[in-house]
């Protein structure tokens, strides 16, 4: 009796911790709005029996599940229709809607002889599934068997989206990436329950969807120098630089991403950004300029061409549609046409931002729209052109978006706006009754630096991942109801290369993906940061880039009275110590330990630094010129 209840003692020990232990381990991003752990793991056999029905949309679960499951695990993997027993995992559509989980939403168990997955929606299964994959071990995101235990947690999941709009938008303008590319960024997205990308399809720099009615926007207008280094100050293009950097999307190409997209579940959205960043455009039909001498201008090569200063946006050459010509409007309503019959989404984006007004001011077309449309200021002409825009849009059958500049002179009746200079814009156009997409520079802008300027591609602002974190697409003072959610923005002035693209988005793109999926009181940097860390592990498998900017400390440098100057080291994560040296020599764990601000010494040139985690390195070594700490005392930048 004795020796038995030790024996059953002893086993309710170890369920306990083991339900314990399976708790601590579960690293599912976005996290799920509930999970409940079970004593016990599924391990999945040799040969895996998917029981799921035929729909069209349920084959693009079941293919997805099981190519995944194939390639890792090297499984036999069978798809059965349904009432197939037995099963190894079950896909179920509910027969009566569940109220609760929506379009989107699924209940997933997890139990020791089987897996089930239940949702109204097969894009609910779809989301189910990709939970299902973050409970496998890491390996199922590689391309290559892997011989492991495969096993996963015994679990009961209930979760749906916070949003419906759920986004990353791509800028394959600034620097093309191909079709594959695309595809790859998809990949990418849906398994973090992304449902929808933003192309950025035009702009100074390159066209890049084929309007068969417009050819030479893309023979033309797609290419320009290929130059390397820091975008924004390249050497203006010599007339005979090759102008074959660059490419575009044919109308084949668009209707293979959108239905890529559609077997994963996600929509494509696509932005013509006008009236400004159209020099593309303009470079390719010079007649819808505004400002003589526009047959000479070419697409931009990343030279010097906009001023931010203080008085306002200036563009160096006149990247703007002419708002005053009805050239103009006929060839928004050609690409309009085209646009809108390739992209089933229901909006179209039409820009909107950064339009700079100073040609418009020295044009006399301009000026006599003025006087005929009794417009006062420079941002009226432009709501003209957005609300006429927004008719073409309209008569395609979609619905306008717009970056949040086109609230300035009046929105048109039915815009929707798309806030990026921070909320405020989204708040205000929420009270006036508009739909809204927040996706605001403060928490959302991928383009930005991760870490200290010293080891990132030199953009203008910083956004660490735990500021990112706290994106909260509704502040409280919005009208919540017209709120359809957040998305982040890749800009690709400075992203060279598909790999950079991967490198900036993630593990931001967690972030972003747990402020539009997950419950804001779910949200917890504490527990996130630990599952970032397994996320990269799994990136690693899935042989994607990633910034690992959270283990490089800030450094803020002051200056005492004295004039000797400290420089304070700030981690973004609480269990990491810094070492570091002042004498040029790389630190390791046994140099000294960072515990206070630390006094600059007088002749120091540099000041490296290395985070570890107990014994093990874990940040990037840093270099940090005593020159650019003082430089930025001069400035008071960061
Ligand atoms: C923007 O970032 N110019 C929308």
Not at 308 to 319: E, H, T, Y
Not at 515 to 530: A, G, L, M
Not at 620 to 637: D, F, H, Q, S, Y
Request: aromatic share 12%; net charge neutral.
């Amino acid at each position: 009796m004795k020796k038995l209840s030790l024996a059953f003692s002893c086993c309710l020990v170890s369920l306990l911790s083991f339900g314990q232990a399976t708790k601590t381990t579960l690293a599912i991003i976005p996290e799920p709005v509930s999970i409940t752990t079970k004593p016990g793991q599924f391990v999945l056999p040799k040969n895996i029996t998917i029981q799921a029905g035929t729909s069209a949309e349920m084959v693009n679960v079941t293919s997805y599940l099981k190519t995944k499951l194939a390639t890792a695990t090297g499984a036999l993997v069978t798809v059965k229709s349904k009432f197939a027993v037995p099963a190894t995992i079950k896909l179920l559509l509910s027969t009566k809607t569940d109220t609760v989980l929506g379009k989107e939403g699924y209940e997933l168990w997890v139990g020791v002889k089987g897996i089930v997955i239940r949702a109204n929606e097969p894009a609910g299964l779809f989301y189910g599934v990709q939970t299902l994959m973050q409970l496998f071990p890491k390996e199922i995101e590689g391309a290559e068997v892997s011989h492991i235990k495969w096993t996963a947690p015994c679990v009961q999941i209930t979760d749906y989206p916070r949003f419906a709009w759920r986004g990353l938008m791509f800028d394959v303008s600034r620097h093309f990436f191909t079709k594959e590319e695309v595809k790859q960024y998809i990949d990418q997205m849906v398994r973090y329950k992304f449902n929808l990308l933003h192309m950025h399809l035009t702009d100074d720099e390159g066209w890049r969807i084929e309007i068969k009615s417009l050819p030479k926007l893309t023979t033309v207008g797609a290419y320009n120098v290929k130059k390397v280094g820091e975008f924004g100050s390249f050497s203006p293009p010599a007339p005979d630089e090759p102008r074959t950097y660059g490419g575009y999307y044919t109308q084949d190409d668009i209707r293979e991403l959108v239905q890529y997209g559609k077997a994963h579940f996600l929509n494509i959205m696509p932005e013509v950004d006008v009236p400004g960043h159209s020099l593309a455009a303009v470079a390719s039909y010079p007649e819808l300029s505004c400002t003589p001498g526009a047959e000479n201008y070419k697409t931009r090569s990343g030279e010097h061409m906009m001023d931010f200063g203080a008085g306002g946006i200036k563009a160096l050459v006149d990247n703007t549609l002419n708002p005053a010509s009805e050239k103009t409007y006929d060839f928004l309503d050609k690409v309009l046409t085209e646009v809108a019959q390739l992209f089933p989404f229901g909006y179209i984006h039409m820009g909107g931002d950064e339009c700079a007004k100073n040609f418009w001011e020295q044009s006399a077309d301009v000026k006599a729209l003025m006087a005929k449309e009794n417009l006062k200021t420079m941002e009226e002409v432009q709501s003209y052109f957005e609300k006429r825009l927004e008719k073409i849009v309209e008569s395609k059958g979609k619905k306008f978006m717009g970056w949040d500049e086109i609230i300035e002179g009046g929105l048109g009746p039915k815009a929707a706006v798309m806030s990026w200079r921070g909320i405020k814009g989204g708040i205000t156009a929420s009270k006036l009754g508009h739909e809204v997409v927040m996706s605001p520079t403060t928490f959302a802008y991928l383009d930005y630096m991760q870490s200290d300027r010293v080891m990132e591609p030199h953009v203008y602002a910083t956004l660490r991942l735990s500021k990112s974190y706290q994106f909260n697409p509704v502040p409280d003072s919005a009208d919540a109801k017209l709120i359809l959610g957040g998305q982040a923005n890749l800009w690709t002035e400075q992203v060279f290369t598909f790999r950079q693209a991967e490198y900036m988005t993630w593990p931001r793109g967690f972030a972003i993906a747990e402020s539009v999926w997950s419950p804001n009181e779910k949200k917890n940097w504490n527990t996130f940061y630990p599952k970032v860390e397994k996320h990269f592990a799994r990136l690693n498998e899935a042989e994607v880039k990633y910034a690992p900017s959270m283990y490089d400390p800030d450094f803020k440098p002051k200056m005492a009275v004295d004039s000797i100057m400290s420089v304070e080291l700030m981690n973004e994560i609480p269990d990491l110590t810094i070492y570091y040296s002042f004498d040029n020599s790389y630190p390791d764990r046994f140099y000294p330990k960072y515990t206070a601000p630390l006094e600059v010494p007088k002749d120091a040139t540099q000041l490296r630094v290395i985070t570890y985690r107990g014994k093990e390195p874990i940040g990037r070594m840093i270099t940090m010129p005593v020159a650019e700490l003082k430089r930025r005392l001069g400035k008071g930048g960061e």
